[in-house]
């Protein structure tokens, strides 16, 4: 694995945590949108 990392530059390893975070910040709220506290909140209003 640190072979890997050091043959890919130092560019690529933030690319891939840039990118996971930018998948995270759309599945969390994806997931938090169908949970049973989100629709009792909808449904309070």
């Given at each position: 694995m640190g072979a890997a990392l050091a043959a890919a530059g130092e560019a690529e390893p933030t690319?891939?945590?840039?990118?996971?975070?930018d998948i995270a910040a759309v599945l969390g709220p994806m997931v938090a949108m169908f949970l049973p506290s989100s629709g009792a909140h909808l449904h309070g209003r």
């Open positions: 690319y891939h945590t840039v990118r996971a975070l």
